[in-house]
């Protein structure tokens, strides 16, 4: 009893140890977060004091109901959320279909379109920025959301690897047998491979959305039009020419990221098991 009661020791020493580390990081990651929503709160003078003050001296509850009237926030949420559900759906039906081409399906040159696809993500996206706004001038799409919903209907290099490295740890005989009951690839695709990866499938949904919640290129680039303004740009307006409202931007600011942390509270299990699993053979 006395060796186990030994061997046991270091190991919950480790355990309490590593557990500690990990709440430090924790706590270390969050700071800029809770720097964030503690300014939304604060004074101007609060703000520019020195030395620093984290808890303000009155609580601006007011700064939250001043951002709101300040831009039309309702509306642009709706605008957000309305590409960022686009943005889903087109890469839950692009991304896994080309992942599924690249792991399960044979054929020459699999390897090399593969590693060809990998090379785009070197790529920054400021080099083909440019090309692709005159591709989708002359199509007379600017200043309309269609630049940005039909970008995300093509499968994205990144989400295309997840998937692939997942549908490369689902065993070939499940497809083999599919196929000998006279299923179709696509069939075998949809009933057997695709509810296999909802994990992987997750994770990929959740970056989309993320993605696209927090692009602020995208639609600054190919929207003029204030009413189809996106949260990241009606964040912009806070920032005049001369001065910046700095409570109130923190207030949107923390508008704009609380969704994001809901969010991911709720699909974390789903989202850590896809990224984990993903690349395992």
């Known amino acids: 009893m006395a060796k186990l009661h ?3 020791s270091p ?3 480790r355990s309490v140890l590593s557990h500690l580390g990990l709440g430090l990081a924790g706590l270390l990651f969050l700071l800029p977060f809770l720097w964030l929503v503690l300014t939304s709160l604060k004074t101007t003078d609060d703000i520019f004091v020195y030395p620093v003050v984290w808890w303000p001296s009155s609580l601006q509850w007011s700064n939250y109901w001043e951002a709101l009237q300040a831009i039309p926030f309702i509306r642009y949420t709706l605008n957000t959320l309305l590409l960022c559900v686009l943005a889903v759906i087109g890469q839950m039906i692009s991304s896994p279909l080309v992942a599924y081409g690249l792991a ?6 699999r390897n090399l379109i593969f590693f060809i696809m990998m090379g785009t993500m070197m790529l920054p996206y400021q080099v083909t920025m440019v090309p692709v706004y005159v591709l989708f001038n002359k199509l007379d799409m600017v200043d309309s959301y269609w630049p940005i919903i039909l970008q995300n209907l093509f499968a994205i290099p990144f989400y295309v690897f997840l998937m692939r490295q997942f549908f490369m740890t689902i065993p070939h005989e499940l497809t083999e047998s599919a196929k000998i009951d006279g299923a179709s690839e696509f069939r075998t695709y949809w009933r057997v491979i695709l509810p296999l990866a909802l994990p992987a499938f997750y994770s990929v949904a959740l970056f989309a959305f993320l993605n696209e919640w927090k692009d602020f290129i995208g639609p600054l680039i190919y929207l003029n039009d204030p009413s189809r303004w996106t949260l990241s740009i009606g964040l912009r307006s806070f920032i005049g020419e001369n001065q910046v ?3 109130l931007l923190m207030a949107a600011a923390t508008m704009f990221t609380v969704p994001i942390v809901v969010l991911y509270f709720f699909v974390q299990k789903r989202f850590i098991q896809g990224i984990s699993m993903t ?3």
């Open 279 to 281: 690349g395992m053979k």
């Open 245 to 247: 409202d700095w409570g």
């Open 11 to 13: 190991s919950l020493t």
């Open 6 to 8: 030994t061997d046991a």
């Open 104 to 109: 399960r399906l044979r054929f020459p040159g």
